[in-house]
């Protein structure tokens, strides 16, 4: 299945210290591949990844691998 990604740039109100932490707020209560989608379409990819860096080891993990199982859907879409 094919996901839309967010294709906005990371404008600096993204990346202010409040939307940062709301948006690692939203990667914290990530509880699915799907749910993850779902933001990578809302959320710009640099704000993203600042984000991912508040978010404690365990649940990074968990997002880097339904990361990973995107990136592989996205490949063979």
Partial sequence: MKHHICDFEA????????????????????????MLADLRAIFPRPALRSASIQVNDAQRQRLVQWLQMLNKQQAAA
């Fill in 11 to 34: 404008t600096q109100e993204w990346l202010t210290i409040e939307s940062i932490d709301y948006i690692a707020e939203c990667l914290e209560a990530c509880e699915s591949l799907e």
